[in-house]
């Protein structure tokens, strides 16, 4: 079946500092992978969209400079939070597909920023 | 934009009874899922149904295309239950999915 990990589940980082999180498709291709974004008390929020042979897409108020993400190949992709600071707090999940198929969800990283 | 919304935000029920979740999104939806996140915060996948009607366990789902509505019916609720329940829908030509603002249910023994 098609599974998407992630890794680490948890961590904690101080301010000021980068932190960065993969996500690793399992059984299935990974043509597009989306990263989301759960802040405390908050539904998911997309972050950006990468899609094979297509430029990342990101989100209003989501950067490259901020959040540059690597997905070069058809299972993994990594995303680090750069300069990392309370706001950044929340649940970081990875969602991964082929084609039109239904997304896959990994179980997400949680990141606390001390 | 597309836009999911969840009612009611909040449930409390007693360990037995049953649960209607609903979700109405503004746009057409290709695919629609609904997840269970735990308290602990891991998302779990619980159905996809992007029309008609889904069955696994205890749980049911109705989702009614045209009317852009979907539900989530949970019989004889339990304690372990407990949880935020997610609505989530993608359209295949965005690859983007959008996710409600959720249903927190608490189960009391």
Known sequence: ?114 | GQQVQQSPASLVLQEGENAELQCNFSSTATQLQWFYQSPGGSLVSLLSNPSGTKHTGRLTSTTVTKERRSSLHISSSQTTDSGTYLCAIDRSNTNKVVFGTGTRLQVLP
């Open chain 1, 1 to 114: 079946g098609a599974l998407v990990y992630q890794y680490p589940r948890r961590t904690i980082c101080k301010s000021g500092t980068s932190m960065r999180m993969e996500c690793q498709a399992v059984g299935f291709q990974a043509t597009s992978v989306a990263w989301y974004r759960q802040s405390p008390q908050k539904t998911f929020e997309l972050i950006a969209l990468s899609t094979v042979n297509s430029a990342i897409k990101y989100e209003q108020n989501f950067t490259q400079e901020k959040f540059p993400i690597s997905h070069p190949n058809l299972s993994f992709s990594s995303m680090t939070v750069l300069n990392a600071y309370l706001e950044d707090r929340g649940l970081y999940l990875c969602g991964a597909k082929t084609g039109a198929d239904t997304q896959y969800f990994g179980p997400g990283t949680r990141l606390l920023v001390l």
